[in-house]
């Protein structure tokens, strides 16, 4: 139970932090989203992110947040194995089952609506 407490609590002060972002800037949600894909990297390549991740699990991993640190810790382990060719390689390696599930679900989505507007 406190595995999913934590979840919840720093899941939703990452989305809560978005949300005061929307209502009081003049940031687009684009740009919100593009900052905190940003924010993954730079926090996980000043080793602040990997922790957080530890305690609160999918609550730090399943936001935008957590998917730039996926990209930075996908491109450091292949500099680690590959050396310089891997800036080019680990982030998309690292991401691919998360970017290959958005768009197969937006396919299905997009499938299904199309359907649905038809009729």
Known sequence: MTEILKAFLVGGAICAVGQLFIDYTKLTPAR???????AGVILSALGIYGPLAEVA???ATVPLTGFGH?????MKKAVDEDGFAGVFTGEL???????????LAGLTA???FRQHDKN
């Open 57 to 59: 699990g999918a609550g």
């Open 70 to 74: 996926a990209l930075a810790e996908g």
């Open 32 to 38: 919100i989203l593009t900052g905190y894909v940003v």
């Open 93 to 103: 390696t690292a991401a691919a089952g998360g970017i290959a599930a958005a768009l």
């Open 110 to 112: 997009s499938l299904v």
